[in-house]
């Protein structure tokens, strides 16, 4: 509108369309009866049109209006204005209808092994307007993600200790003490699948994540709070090389249960619950609440949601269970 209305003018939505319709109807009385509007509204609005802009737009004539040379002018424009105008608002209203775009969500690597591929089949099936990018990293990470607005949702291990984030406690998982399927027989341990108390494991040689891992994080802080002190002899972060090196008698570890179930099932590895205090943690969804939350996002968020309870309640998530009570923090 900046080509053709001089410096301070204004005009609005619905003065454009009444000249339009006036303008194509060829009379004021004519338009008054399209726009369901009295005629003396409408030669109110051309009125105060022309001298914002300082020149007339129409001639009123026998047979009705004519349009000046200028009144040509804004038609063409008002037209262009009001279709640009009209296929905006179909599209907003087709993307909450169908909701598009691409969604990004930060997973830890342990639960993207399991969340991914039932994540982005459901939302594929349901939206496939939706393109759903999956990044994987420690949680310590996913968060920070989060934080930088690099991811839009975010799986964590913990409760986000920062207002612009909610977070949603959805599971808590149970940690399994694991070490190679023919232990030494000097290692005071019972049989697997027996409970040992997390005292007894402090003083085993320990193949855990590095500082600054969640898992490892979480497991320094309880043993702390117990007035124990972990002893490592390895440090790596990947769960494949723990349980690998493990295996061959390293020394043992701790991982949550369902990174270790299949290895336990097929005996390559001894694995016991731990008691005193029993080992677990929880698993949240969390996003950003400083900042506005597209449809596609809600739906992705949603499907997410529902996914990992039913893994969890199917069993397909060994040793995970659903909150009794859903609690959203931050």
């Keep these: 509108m900046s080509a053709f209305i001089p410096h301070g003018v204004s005009m609005d939505i619905r003065q454009l369309r009444y000249f339009v319709a006036i303008a194509e109807n060829g009379s004021f009385s004519r338009a008054a009866e399209t726009l369901h509007v009295a005629q003396p509204g409408l030669s109110l609005h051309m009125r105060n049109m022309e001298e914002a802009l300082g ?43 169908v909701p598009s775009g691409e969604v990004r969500l930060g997973l830890p690597g342990t639960i993207s092994e399991i969340l991914s591929v039932p994540l982005i ?16 990293g420690m949680s310590g990470f996913v968060l920070e993600w989060l934080r930088d607005s690099r991811v839009d949702l975010a ?37 697997s699948g027996q409970a040992v108390t997390f005292e007894a494991l402090t003083g085993k040689p320990l193949i855990l994540p590095s500082r600054g891992h969640g898992l490892r994080d979480h497991l320094d802080r309880t043993a702390a709070a117990a007035g124990h002190e972990l002893t490592t002899v390895v440090d790596v972060d990947s769960y494949s090389n723990i349980k690998d090196l493990s295996a061959e008698g390293f020394g043992f570890s701790i991982l949550p249960e369902h990174a270790v179930s299949r290895d336990a099932a097929a005996g390559r590895l001894a694995t016991w619950p731990i008691r005193d205090p029993w080992l677990r943690r929880d698993v949240y969804l969390a996003h950003a609440i400083d900042r506005p939350i597209a449809k ?22 060994v040793g995970a269970t659903t909150t009794d009570d859903l609690t959203i923090a931050g």
């Design 55 to 97: 020149t007339k737009l129409l001639f009123r004539t026998p047979r009705g209006v004519v349009l000046t040379e200028a009144g040509s002018i804004l038609l063409r424009h008002a037209r262009n204005i009001l279709q640009q105008l009209m296929l905006a608002e179909t599209e907003i209203r087709s993307h909450e209808d």
């Design 121 to 136: 089949r459901t939302a594929r099936h349901r939206y496939p307007s939706i393109k759903l990018r999956i990044l994987e």
């Design 155 to 191: 799986v964590l291990y913990s409760s986000a200790e920062d207002p612009a984030i909610r977070t949603l406690k959805l599971l808590t998982e149970t940690l399994v003490f694991l070490g190679p399927a023919k232990p030494d027989g000097g290692s005071g341990l019972p049989p």
């Design 296 to 317: 596609s996002v809600k739906v992705v968020r949603d499907i997410a949601i529902a996914t990992l309870i039913d893994l969890a309640n199917s069993g397909q998530w």
